[in-house]
C-alpha cells in the first residue's frame, strides 16, 4: 500500500509541476483547477490495478470516482478556456501577494499533496479483499453516484441560464438553485460523504473522514461560498440580496416566501 501510495504521490507532484510550468507560460493558473479535478482519473485506477482488493468493489469505486473526475475536470477546462486569458478571481488575489512564480510552484505542489489525500478512499478500497458489498459499502456508492449527478444536473442548469442573453444580470433562482444558493457546493461535499462510507470498511477507512471534512471546509470557508456570494453581491447587487434572503445558502430547502 506504502509503495503504491508514494508513486502516487510522485506521479501527482510531477504532473502538478508540469501544469504550473504550462500556466506561467500561459499566464492563467485557473489549469491548477482543472490538474487537481483530473487527479482521480488517474490515481484511481493506479491504485485498482495495483491493489490486491475484490475487482468488484475496487473497479465499481473506482468507476464513480473516475466519472466524477472527468466531468468536473473537463467541465473546469471549459470554463478556464471559454475565459481565458482572463484569470479566475482567486488567482489574480495571490498574484498580488506573490508576484513571480515561485510561491505558486510551492502552491501547486501543495495542492497535488492535496489531491493525494482525496485519493485515498480509492487507495483504501484497492486493498479490501473480502468479496461482495456491504449494506453500507452499497449506500457509499449511491450517495456518491446520485450526488454526482445532482452536481452535473446543478452545473447544467446554471450554464443554460448564463447562455440566455434575456438573463444577463440576474440571479438565477430556477431548478436546484431555488432550493440552494450553490447546489453544486453542496453535491460536491455529499460525493466525498459517499466515498467515504464506500471506504469506511477497508483496512484504515475511517482516515477518509478527512476528505469530506476538508472538502466541507474548502466550499464553505475557503474557494467555494464565501467567494462566490461576495463576487455575487458586487456584481448583482440587491437582487442578490434578495435571493440570499429567500434561499438557503448551502443544503437544499424550500425558499422562504417574501415578506
Given at each position: 500500500?506504502?509503495?503504491l501510495l508514494a508513486i502516487g504521490t510522485v506521479l501527482a507532484c510531477a504532473a502538478f509541476f508540469i501544469v504550473w ?116 459499502e452499497i449506500a457509499g456508492l449511491a450517495v456518491a453516484a446520485l450526488s454526482l449527478l445532482g452536481e452535473a444536473l ?26 440552494s444558493r450553490h447546489p453544486n457546493y453542496f453535491f460536491e461535499s455529499m460525493v466525498w460523504w459517499g466515498f467515504f ?63
Amino acid at each position: 500500500m506504502t509503495t503504491l501510495l508514494a508513486i502516487g504521490t510522485v506521479l501527482a507532484c510531477a504532473a502538478f509541476f508540469i501544469v504550473w510550468l504550462i500556466s506561467v507560460r500561459v499566464k492563467n493558473y485557473g489549469f491548477l483547477d482543472v490538474a487537481w479535478s483530473y487527479a482521480v482519473a488517474v490515481l484511481a485506477p493506479l491504485y485498482a490495478i495495483g491493489g490486491p482488493g475484490d475487482p468488484l468493489r475496487t473497479w465499481l469505486v473506482t468507476a464513480v470516482g473516475v466519472a466524477w473526475s472527468l466531468r468536473l475536470g473537463t467541465y473546469l477546462l471549459r470554463r478556464v478556456l471559454a475565459h481565458h486569458p482572463q484569470e479566475d478571481p482567486r488567482y489574480e488575489t495571490l498574484r498580488r501577494r506573490w508576484p513571480g512564480p515561485w510561491m505558486f510552484l510551492a502552491f501547486f505542489q501543495l495542492q497535488a499533496l492535496v489531491a493525494v489525500v482525496f485519493s485515498l478512499p480509492f487507495l483504501l478500497v484497492a486493498f479490501k479483499t473480502e468479496a461482495g458489498l456491504s449494506t453500507v459499502e452499497i449506500a457509499g456508492l449511491a450517495v456518491a453516484a446520485l450526488s454526482l449527478l445532482g452536481e452535473a444536473l446543478a452545473d447544467a442548469q446554471m450554464r443554460r441560464f448564463k447562455a440566455d442573453p434575456a438573463n444577463r444580470g440576474s440571479v438565477c433562482a430556477t431548478g436546484l438553485w431555488r432550493y440552494s444558493r450553490h447546489p453544486n457546493y453542496f453535491f460536491e461535499s455529499m460525493v466525498w460523504w459517499g466515498f467515504f462510507l464506500v471506504a469506511l470498511g477497508s483496512p484504515h477507512g475511517w482516515i477518509t473522514i478527512v476528505c469530506p471534512l476538508l472538502m466541507l471546509y474548502f466550499l464553505l470557508k475557503v474557494t467555494g461560498v464565501a467567494l462566490t456570494e461576495a463576487h455575487s453581491l458586487r456584481t448583482r447587487g440587491e437582487a442578490y440580496r434578495e435571493y440570499q434572503r429567500a434561499t438557503s445558502a448551502f443544503i437544499p430547502w424550500f425558499p422562504k416566501k417574501s415578506a
